[in-house]
């Protein structure tokens, strides 16, 4: 049985696994990638990790899979990630294809996130459907026609720096007012902050995480409801002009701060409904991913060997 790697490169944390055909992930390994800043100490310390991976399966591979901040499909490379603590424009593509004389494939995270999806997940079946994945960024993969949109350059599908608010908060991609600056995780958590500053004013006396906040919004806090209430504004507005362009038949969330659940999604199905184009009212649903959260990014990126090499 043939076997691919799958890697989601995240500000946080490389994960890794490797899938058969049925799409299991039957081993994983995970690096730290806020830890390095040299990316060829990164490339040595993956390929150890799929050596070790493999040789402990005993079984060969036939492509690896990238899903990774700024993953460029064309050139398999990334370029300058805001996430990411190594910098400069870096090839993936060669550095893991020559190690392992395997085809790679490498493209934009929420891309391979979304691809997962499409393959394996609630959007089997659909043609068209956005993907918005939250987390230490916000990040989306567009399907249209069945078909990933990568754009004329490789990187298209960014919408988590779309501008949302002109001149506002300062966003990782040294722009302001980004829609990532407001609804990723850090984004959750400065709101919070900045309403809690407002209501009491003084700073939180604990430290807090998006994940916190959830909890608080389940115990009733009306500082964490109304984080989410604002963070679902945000949120909506983006999904509605999503659906302008591309009139997807869904838009998945996956990602930690989207598992809150009810605090975010109720809200956020108001908000998108009141922004959202009369003539789209009613033809897209907001969903979760069907796929586990810790599995969706690493099925995408195995994926995207099979869609550079048109098999799905």
Known sequence: MAHSIGIDIGGTNTDMGLINEDGIIVARRNLPTNRYTDFDLYINDISRELQAMTSAAGVEIDGIGIGAPNGNFYTGCVDNAPNLTIKGNLDFEHALGSRFSVPVALSNDANAAAYGEYVYGGARGMKHFVMFTLGTGVGSGIVVDGRLVHGSTGAAGELGHNILVPGGRQCSCGRCGCLEAYTSARGIV???????????????????????????????????????????????????????????????????????????????????????????????????????????????????????????
């Open 190 to 312: 400065q709101t919070y902050r900045e309403l809690y500053r407002a209501a009491h004013g003084a700073e939180p006396d604990q430290e807090i995480t998006s994940k916190l906040v959830g909890q608080k919004a389940h115990e009733g806090d009306p500082t964490a409801l109304e984080t989410w209430h604002q963070t679902a504004h945000w949120l909506g507005i983006a999904m509605s002009n999503a659906v302008g362009f591309s009139s997807p038949e869904a838009i998945f969330l996956m990602g930690g701060p989207a598992q809150v659940g009810d605090p975010l999604l109720v809200p956020l199905r108001q908000e998108f409904e009141a922004n959202t184009l009369y003539i789209f009212h009613n033809t897209c649903r907001i969903m979760m991913s069907q796929l586990k959260a810790n599995e969706v990014a690493i099925l995408g990126a195995a994926a995207l060997i099979k869609m550079k090499q048109q098999k799905v």
